[in-house]
C-alpha cells in the first residue's frame, strides 16, 4: 500500500509489476522497489511503535497477568525481525536497506544529508567488499547443498549458489518432525554431504542427530539474532566473515 500510493520516482512502475507477480524477475524488481522507496523500513518502524506503544498499555492494564497477551505480541513481532536478519545475511540486500534509511532520514533531518549519504556510501563499499569475499569463497566448493537445522539461510544460499536444506522450518523454536529427519537423512549421503550447519543461540541437537546418522560433522552459522551491545569487538561483517571461513571449510571449498 505504501509503494502504490506515495510518490516515489519508481511509483507507476511498481504498480505495472504488480500485474505480473507470476514472473519471479517481476517479482524480485518489485520487492527490491520496495526496500528502495523506503516501505519496507516504514512499515517495520510503524510495527516496532505500534508493538512498544502495545507494551506500554498491558503494563496499566489490572490483570492478575498479561504474560499471554504479551507472548503473543512478541509473536507477532518476531517474524518480522528474523525476515529482517535474514534479509542481512546477503549483503547487497542490506546495502539497499541502508541506502533507503539513509533516504528517509535525509526526509525527516535535511540538515545531516551529507552524512547520512556518507555513511550509506561507506557502508554499501563495506557490504560490496563482503559480497565479493563470499562470491569468491564460495566459488569452488565440493559440495554446494548447505543443510541447516532450520532454514534460517535462504537468502544468503540464494545469493551466492547454494542449496539450503533446512531440517527444520525458519522459526528456531521449530522441533523437526519425522518426515522432517526421513526427508533430509538420506539426502546426506546421496549428496556426499559432510557438514550439518546449526545455528547459533539454539541446541545442536537437531544437528548433531543427522550428523551421528549419517556420519556427518556439524558447524556453526551465526543467523546475527544474537548481536547486541554486550557482543564486545563482534559486529556485523566479523560475524559474516566468521560464517564464511565455516562455510568454506564445511562446504570443502578451495
Known amino acids: 500500500l505504501f509503494a502504490e500510493t506515495v510518490e516515489h ?3 507507476q512502475h511498481f504498480l505495472e509489476l504488480r500485474l505480473c507477480t507470476a514472473e ?3 517479482l524480485a524488481e518489485a520487492q527490491a522497489i520496495l526496500i528502495r522507496c523506503g516501505a519496507v523500513s516504514y512499515c517495520v518502524h510503524q510495527l516496532l511503535q505500534r508493538y ?3 507494551q506500554h498499555l498491558l503494563g496499566d492494564i489490572p490483570l492478575k497477568t498479561n504474560q499471554g497477551l504479551k507472548k503473543l505480541l512478541e509473536e507477532l ?3 518480522v525481525q528474523r525476515l529482517l536478519v535474514a534479509v542481512g545475511l546477503d549483503p547487497t540486500r542490506l546495502a539497499d536497506v541502508g541506502d533507503a534509511v539513509a533516504e528517509r532520514l535525509t526526509e525527516v533531518d535535511p540538515d545531516g544529508a551529507e552524512a547520512y549519504a556518507a555513511g550509506a556510501a561507506q557502508l554499501r563499499s563495506d557490504l560490496d567488499e563482503l559480497d565479493a569475499a563470499f562470491a569468491s569463497g564460495l566459488a569452488a566448493c565440493d559440495s554446494r547443498a548447505l543443510v541447516t537445522s532450520h532454514a534460517a539461510f535462504g537468502y544468503l544460499a540464494d545469493r551466492y549458489d547454494l542449496v539450503q536444506i533446512g531440517i527444520a522450518g525458519l522459526s528456531p523454536e521449530a ?3 519425522a518426515t522432517d529427519l526421513a526427508r533430509v537423512t538420506p539426502y546426506v549421503p546421496d549428496n556426499d554431504v559432510t557438514t550439518i550447519f546449526y ?5 545442536p541437537d537437531v544437528a548433531e542427530t543427522v550428523a551421528r546418522e549419517t556420519g556427518a560433522t556439524t558447524a556453526v552459522l551465526d543467523p546475527l539474532e544474537g548481536l547486541s551491545s554486550d557482543s564486545g569487538d563482534a559486529d556485523y561483517l566479523s560475524v559474516m566473515r566468521t560464517n564464511l571461513a565455516a562455510l568454506q571449510a564445511g562446504l570443502g571449498c578451495r
Open 24 to 26: 519471479a524477475s517481476a
Open 52 to 54: 512498544h506503544t502495545a
Open 77 to 79: 513481532v518476531l517474524p
Open 9 to 11: 520516482p519508481e511509483r
Open 175 to 177: 522441533e523437526p518432525t
Open 199 to 203: 545455528e547459533t543461540l539454539v541446541s
